[in-house]
């Protein structure tokens, strides 16, 4: 098993690896504010990229922003690079668990996974990329589960909030949860808000590879998932949701894999019965419809070409109508904003029999938290690290690739996020 202490060879629980891209810099805030929820009230960190100048100004942004002078000279920065396998290993090396914040992780997030296995390094993800998530558990999970080390993906906003919120909602009904359907609905605040354009970047080259997505997953060879109780019904592609009091569509990103693999882990490995899932995205009202199916329709038809790909990358904002941008938003949008998930569940109550009859037991659940790219994020990538920290007893047996429904069903994640904004409750 690898180790989820520090030593003298390994002095860090945590580096942050991408720690002046982007998202990376909000993580590096959030864990400068929970250094004392660290093991035995003391977290040892550094932050860690290609440039020092780029990781340095980081830091110093961080101390600023939390007013912590003292972070400049206390937090150490590392030299890596995705291209250079050898500073790789000595980053891992020297880390307990690395926060992977390298996106698109299609191309930068296999050689930290890679590095991470070979030196006995635990690795945190927050990619929401069902084909690298998925390709990392085909080639990691059995190397990864030999040496003790947990490979844990998808823990940011994709997909820790419907991945956990599945699990609690499960906790949550006395009897047999059969099926969840999860309802997202996100606020700008009067700032208006967008998403920084790495993200739709993993959007383009996603769709553009989804035939691999297919044939990946055949290689699995899984047997399909038990249907306990009625089977769920599928929702139209675009229709009026009574739940949101808005028009919804399916939602198109990761949430719906991860919780599968999640579902099978729980069926599979723990011998608990599976909860089929449907995910849905509320869009408004009829005027964002229309600019829905024109993006939609321009965004399918771009991304079969490789020219209509680089246009959707140069232009961003204009062919999501400002929803993606190069900049990402601002603090001041990123304050107004929130995110609301309505989980909504059918099942067998104690005492009756799942095989019999229609479901006779109904539960609504909450997810709520702030701004879901560079604040919720943050928080969930954060307290997973620092939960598999603290509760190393409460994760799966083996190491392995994991979802975090698989890796934090039996530890306390719940109490720990509703402590820091992302709040589950029962409605």
Not at 280 to 305: E, H, P, Q, T, W
Request: proline residues 5%; glycine residues 10%; neutral net charge.
């Amino acid at each position: 098993m690898a180790a989820f202490s520090t030593s003298s060879s390994r002095p860090y629980h945590i580096v942050i690896f991408g720690a002046s891209g982007f998202t990376g810099q909000f993580v590096v805030e959030e864990v400068a504010r929970t250094t004392s929820e660290g093991p035995k009230g003391n977290l040892k960190w550094a932050v860690a990229g290609r440039n020092r100048a780029k990781l340095e100004k980081v830091v110093e942004q961080a101390a600023g922003a939390l007013s912590k002078p003292e972070l400049k000279s206390e937090v150490d920065i590392l030299i890596a690079d995705v291209g250079d396998p050898d500073s790789l290993a000595a980053m891992c090396k020297q880390a307990v668990i690395v926060l992977s914040c390298v996106g698109p992780y299609r191309f930068f997030g296999e050689p930290v996974v890679k590095s991470c296995v070979e030196n006995g390094t635990h690795c945190i993800d927050i990619s929401g990329e069902p084909q690298f998530l998925e390709s990392m558990q085909l080639n990691y999970h059995d190397q990864a589960a030999e040496k003790g080390v947990y490979i844990v993906g998808s823990c940011g906003f994709d997909s820790i909030p419907a991945d956990i919120g599945v699990v609690y909602t499960r906790d949550q009904f006395k009897g047999t949860l059969t099926s969840v359907e999860s309802f997202l609905t996100a606020s700008a605040g009067p700032e208006g808000g967008c998403i920084h354009d790495g993200t739709w970047q993993s959007a383009i080259y996603g769709l553009a590879d989804s035939d691999k997505l297919r044939s990946l997953r055949k290689k699995f060879g899984h047997k399909p998932l038990p249907v306990v109780g009625a089977k769920i019904k599928r929702r139209g592609t675009l229709f009026y949701s009574n739940e949101l009091q808005q028009y919804a569509i399916p939602f198109m990103g990761s949430d719906p894999s991860v919780v599968k693999r999640t579902q099978r882990y729980l069926n599979e490995e723990l011998n608990e019965s599976p909860v089929q899932y449907g995910a849905y995205v509320g869009v408004g009202g009829i005027s964002n419809i229309f600019k829905l199916v024109f993006a939609g329709l321009m965004f399918f038809f771009l991304v079969k070409f490789s020219f209509g790909r680089n246009l959707l990358m140069k232009f961003p904002e204009f062919f999501s109508f400002g929803f993606f941008s190069k900049e990402g938003p601002t603090r001041k949008q990123m304050e107004g904003a929130s995110f609301r998930f309505v989980f909504l569940g059918e099942g067998y109550v104690e005492g009756s029999d799942p095989s019999e009859g229609k479901p006779n037991g109904k539960i609504r659940t909450l997810v709520k938290g702030p701004e879901a790219g560079y604040v919720a994020t943050p928080i969930a990538m954060v307290q997973a690290a620092l939960t598999m920290l603290n509760e190393s007893d409460s994760l799966p047996k083996t190491g392995g690739v994991y979802t975090p429904g698989a890796t934090f069903a039996k530890t306390t994640i719940v109490d720990r996020l509703n402590k820091h904004g992302i709040q589950f409750s029962v409605l």
